[in-house]
Each structure stands twice: as C-alpha cells, then as structure tokens.
C-alpha cells in the first residue's frame, strides 16, 4: 500500500471564496505528513473534509486503497482518521477518562475503572504521562493536548490529523510533542500535520505539501529543502527572518510599574513586588517558562483584575482604579493572548469588531448613532493594510476567519489606534512566516515611531529579534533586566529557572 490516505483533486467552495481548487494530497504509511500554508490558504479546510465537518464540492477520497465516503466525524474514526482541532474539544469540570469517552458511553451503566485502566496504559505506552482521574481544568494547556491524543488512540486512529498543534503550547511543551509524534510513527501511526512553523516541520516532518492561495504549490522531501525555500513556496515571494531594526536612544519612561502584587483567581499571589520601566521607542521583551505570572501581570495593567498592591503608571498617570476604556483613552492598546475571549466578539462582524474600542466616538457615532458608513471604511482600511483575508470583507463574521486572520485583525485595530504604550501578548501566535514578518515590522515601526511597547512572548527567537532589553520573569518575580545585545538565549534561559544575569553569564562561560 503505497498511500493511507489519498485526497485527490479536492474543491472546495464557499460564498465568494475558492478554499481548495483542485488540491491533491497524499499520505504514505508510518510517515509524518507537513501540510504547509499561510492563513487562509485552506490547509485546516481539507483536513476538515477528510474529518467530514465539510463535504468537498468535487474529488475523491481513498482510504487505504479504497475510495470512500465520509459524511461526519463518526465515519472518520470509523475509518481509523482522528483530529486534534486549534482549539480544544474538552469540558473542563470533566476527568481526563470522562472526557475521553464522552460519546462512546454505549450503555446507561459507564465503566469508568476499565476504560482510566485502558487510558493509564495507552498513556503509559506512548509516554503521555497523563492521569486519567486528573480534571482537565486542572492541567496545563500542553496536558490537554496529551488528553486530546489520548482521545484519538482510544478510538483506535491510526492517521492523526493535528491543527497547528503548537499555537498554544511552550517551546519545551512544543518539543515535548514532537518527539510524541515521532514515536507515534514508531507505533504504525501517520501523521498529517497541519501547520505554517517551518521549525517544527524540519525537526518532525518527512514530506510536506505546501498549499498557497487554495492550490497545492508543491510536495516536497523536507531533509533536502531548506526553510527559506518552504517559506518562499508558500508566500510566493522570498521571506526575510530577520528584522531590519536599528539601534535607537529610548526617551521618557511611558510605562512605569512600581512594587506591584497582583493575585491570581485562586487568591495566590501570582505577581510578587514587580517593578519595569518602559520608554519611549524602545521594546521591552518579557520572558518567562508560560504560568509565571504573566497573565495575571497582563490582566492588571488592563484593568481584567484588581491589583493587590504597588502602582501601574502611564506617562505619569496611576491607571490603578481606572476603567478599561480609560486606559484606552490614556494610551493604551493591547494584543491579547486569547483571541476569542479578549480579543474579538466572534458572532460581530469584522467591521464591528474594529470599533470596538471606539464605536462611541466620531466619526463612528454620533448623538448615540452609529455611523455604518464611517465603520465600514475604517474596516476596509485596517482589513485592507493588514491582509485580513474575508470573503466578505467587513461584513464577514469574526468567527468565520482563520486563526490567523482574526489576530491579524486585532493587531491592526490596535496599531491603528495610535497608543503611547502597546502590550503585545502572543502577537504572532497562530501567523505563517509571511504574516509574521509583516507584523514584527509594524512593531518595529511603533518603536521606531517613539512608541513604547512591551513585547510578552513564549518564543524566545521571537524576543531576541525584537527587544531592544529582555526582561525575566520567574514565579511571578523580575529576576533580571539586560540588554539584547549582551546575552543569549542560553543565559536567558537559564535565568528563567532564577538565575541572575552575571550568575548566568558565569555558568555559561
């Protein structure tokens, strides 16, 4: 059998958008299967075909040799075809085995003690490392993606479909999960991985399709094609890795944190005596391992949570206490972590969602009137300067974008609000290479505007090419503050267990 799965010359058409025109993709036993694409190329579309969430307009689809039908998911895991969506299928006040056989029960009387025993080993045998009896609540964001694994080996898949499996997880969590593909391979697994981080594909993938604008560019062997040349077949230009930033003298201090405490939910002390400057044209980047006190440091200096104690200032003025939309109207913008629940109101129009900051000013309302008119064209304008791709344009729904068209659309109603001070949290989560580098140079361009920004980032490469000083973050404390130009990532690294920068930079010399 020289393919598992054989998508062949597949269509796809939705109002006023070709998603997939005449895509062929093919899947070889016991290999790990790249689909590449930038946002909106159509990559999660086919794949949501084979999974039967959409019904292809034209094609075929061969499963182990045979043509087949699939009409819902229940026929791809009748098929032996699994997925692990972007964003996960779990209820959270549910255990790990509750959630794994939700929707097999089969009978009224649920054996939960057989079905954790068979979980604990298909954990055991893929070095899952997972606790059945663990509420999914209760676990990291990496953890539930084990879970989401675990879901399709219980449904006894053996092609495994993972939607830009990474958007959520941490560099070690990212690593962690492909060495958990190779081994799936190891097992008798394919895999198709559905993603646009050419990092991943060359450390875990044997071929890869690369799709551009809903056609299939190319299938190519990954150990013999380079990052540049993947990147350059699916933007359909040459991309640039590295930002063009010149050094520049920082100004006045715009944001000022002082000896702040901030609480989580469960009333812990998440962010303990913090204190960072930022100033004017210069970006801060914020490290830490996920779960430090970041987004607890985040919500207070937006106003999502009260603040314990200490003082946030923007250019001299004590946001503590103040509304969101007043520290909107001081100078801040924000790029949140989670699109969907800061972000944007999914069922709300693109349009509408471009305003939402400023839908009671001029020229977007007046005498408590919305003027249609005047939000349709600031939408174009942001839609238009940032490659938001809609088939309707601001019209669209929210919802109805790609992952990363959403975040493209937050980021330039952020920018477009002109902020002294902008906090970027995550901005490229989600983004293909081409997106990416289009949004670091906008960043770059506040900067260089006299901007301040405060750059909060799980990537590292993504820190070091942007921030002109790094700070640590470590169990909710500032552990350090450098310079970019005097470290590196293995000190940076180091000083994210705790470390001091000068006991670093001795351990690493």
Known sequence: MEYVVEMLNIRKEFPGVVANDDVTIQVRPQE??????????GKSTIMSILFGIYHADRGIIKVRGKEVSISNPNDANDLGIGMVHQHFKLVETFTVTENIILGLEGSQVLDRRKAAKRIQDLSDQYSLKIDPHAKVEEISVGMQQRVEILKMLYRNADVLIFDEPTAVLTPQETHELMGIMKDLVKEGKSIILITHKLREIKEAADRCSVIRRGKLVGVVDVKKTSEKEMAAMMVGREVSFKVDKKPREPGDVVLDIRNLNVQNARKYRAVKDFSLQVRAGEIVGLAGVDGNGQKELVEAITGLSDTESGSIL??????AGLSIRKRNEIG????????????LVLEYSVADNMVLKSYYQEPYSKNMILNEEAIRTHADK??????????????TPAGKLSGGNQQKAIVGREIDMDPDILLAVQPTRGLDVGAIEYIHKRLVEQRDK???VLLISLELD????????????SHGE??????TS????????????????????????
């Open 332 to 343: 801040l913008a924000h790029i949140p972590e989670d699109r969907h629940k800061h972000g």
């Open 382 to 395: 942001v839609i238009q300067l940032f490659d938001v791709r809609s088939g309707k344009g601001g019209l």
């Open 314 to 319: 923007i250019s001299s003025t004590d946001i």
């Open 32 to 41: 790990i299967h790249a689909l590449l694409g930038e946002n909106g190329a």
């Open 486 to 509: 005097e470290t590196n990532e293995e000190e940076i690294g180091l000083m994210m267990t705790g470390y001091k920068w000068e006991e670093a930079h001795e351990a690493t010399t």
């Open 450 to 452: 006299g901007k301040a």
């Open 478 to 483: 500032l552990v350090d503050v450098v310079k």
């Open 462 to 473: 993504e820190i070091f090419n942007l921030a002109d000083r790094i700070a640590v973050i």
